[in-house]
């Protein structure tokens, strides 16, 4: 069974940098797209960025300040968080999911890493 860990989330300030990972241990298939979704209480649930064989795809609200990376050897895939702002304080899930911006009941999700950005 697939499991999801990440890491590197934390308290920072504005304008700070952050960078999250996260690792996928047993039967992953390739073809799966790799991101991150992030929560906070009182709002829905929102796309942040996600991989693929195909390219790499953004939420508007992060476009140009976040980076998606991943390695297909190690089964991980890395969120470059530049430019932060307190709007990106959330709890960031990492995915792996049938579709580049959507999700099933097929796909797979870790425990969450918190980010905290302070003004």
């Known amino acids: 069974q697939v499991q999801l860990v990440e890491s590197g989330g934390g308290l920072v300030k504005a304008g700070d940098s952050l960078r999250l990972s996260c690792a996928a241990s047993?039967?992953?298939?390739?073809?799966?797209?790799m991101g991150w979704f992030r929560q906070t209480p009182g709002k829905e649930r929102e796309f942040v960025a996600s991989?693929?064989?195909?390219?790499?795809y953004y939420g508007d609200s992060v476009k140009g300040r976040f980076s998606i990376s991943r390695d297909y050897g190690k089964n991980t895939v890395y969120l470059q968080m530049n430019s932060l702002k307190p709007e990106d304080t959330a709890v960031y899930y990492c995915?792996?999911?049938?579709?580049?911006?959507?999700?099933?009941?097929?796909?797979?999700w870790g425990q969450g890493t918190q980010v905290t950005v302070s003004s």
């Open positions: 991989i693929g064989w195909s390219g790499s």
């Open positions: 995915a792996a999911t049938l579709g580049p911006r959507t999700t099933t009941t097929s796909d797979f």
């Open positions: 047993g039967r992953l298939f390739s073809s799966y797209f």
